[in-house]
């Protein structure tokens, strides 16, 4: 039981004392940075995907 309080403890001062948290800026950054990135995918996989589908239809046009 006590290696289980002194993990917790460890665990607890490695994270208040030695981890070095990021700024509500940085955070606010970031979090701009996930979103353009998410939205420039997004779009990425619709061209790709509306692309693939013309050339798919395309093709089944040709054996109908």
């Known amino acids: 039981m006590s290696k289980i309080i002194a ?3 460890d665990a607890t001062d490695e994270l208040v004392n030695k981890v070095s948290w990021p ?3 940085e955070l606010q ?3 701009v ?3 353009v990135a998410s939205v420039i995918i997004a779009l990425a996989i619709f061209v790709l995907d ?15």
């Open 7 to 9: 993990y917790i403890e």
């Open 23 to 25: 700024t509500w800026e």
């Open 29 to 31: 950054n970031s979090a």
């Open 33 to 35: 940075v996930v979103l």
């Open 50 to 64: 509306s692309a693939f589908s013309y050339v798919m239809k395309f093709i089944y046009s040709l054996f109908a």
